[in-house]
């Protein structure tokens, strides 16, 4: 089979000079010849595509898995991320969930991460920038901290409503702006404190992680309550605190059984489940139930303790 000789001399180059010919900062991929390069500013689905036209790129198309993801995740130094990426099926809105698969979305208005593609150049300068390039990219305005959102790397939002929070209208309009790095925050609702955790731990994992807190796995009493959570972990899969044995159901914190909004199981029940918080479209946020899941399950989670005063 014959090969571009350009490029091959571009692979070749771009290999040895270790991607001198790409972007600073990006990443070079041997199959495609093509440079990627990560953006954390916040920008709509078109926004991006703009962006990327005018810095000689394009919004990124991604495959569905493979070595150039692993890549650009370890490069970017997030574990959980959402960013814009082209679709490969068309124009749609298509954002990349946590390093694992494609979404199309209903809402392009909303801003998220990015990632942009380049073909690489076989002119390039001491520094390792493409010539015709600016290696110092304007920048989107920082989220400000009214954010309702929190961090994909676990960051929370100090803002809390004193009323019952409505919750977002679809699992991305929160999720793609969990983006400002902060350390943890307990965040205070109805005389109670919740710390959001994006770190996927199994069931049991994540309650010993909150009892070293002085705290359990939360529970959930009301709607009210369930609304507050949804809309500050932002996540598809959550752990609570909630266990069924034996057809018992319990709160790790030992607190009583009361309100629920659980999907029940179609294969019995008469299994030992944990109870997570799962929405099931994500477009739509009427679909965000409690169900049953597998303790060995591996997801984000949500501490919960009496709050101090």
Known sequence: MSRDPQK?????????ANADFCPKDSVFDNDRL????????????EAAKEFCLEIGGSIAILPSGGDLIAKVKEHSNLEQCHFWTGSPTGNRCTLMLNWFYHQEVDDC??????????????????????AGYSTTFPTAPPLTASSDCPSCQGGLST?????????????????????????PTWINFNNNEYLFV???LNWT???QDCRARDAHLTSVHSQCEFNFIISNICDRYLWTGGSYRDGVYQWTDGSE?????????????????????YWDNLNNVESATMRYGYEGFRTSYVCKRASAS
């Open 8 to 16: 091959f001399f571009l692979l070749v180059i771009a290999t040895l």
């Open 34 to 45: 093509k440079c990627y390069k990560f953006f954390r500013t916040h920008r709509s689905f």
């Open 109 to 130: 208005s909303m801003e998220a991460p990015f990632l942009c593609e380049f073909d690489p150049t076989c002119q390039a300068n001491l520094q390792g920038n493409v």
């Open 159 to 183: 803002y809390v409503t004193p009323t019952c929070p409505t919750p977002p209208a679809s699992y991305f309009s929160c999720q793609a702006q969990m983006f400002t790095a902060k350390p």
């Open 198 to 200: 994006n770190i996927d």
């Open 205 to 207: 994992s994540a309650e």
């Open 257 to 277: 059984w009361g309100w629920e909004n659980i999907t029940r199981p179609q294969n019995g029940s008469d299994y030992d489940y944990r109870i997570q918080i």
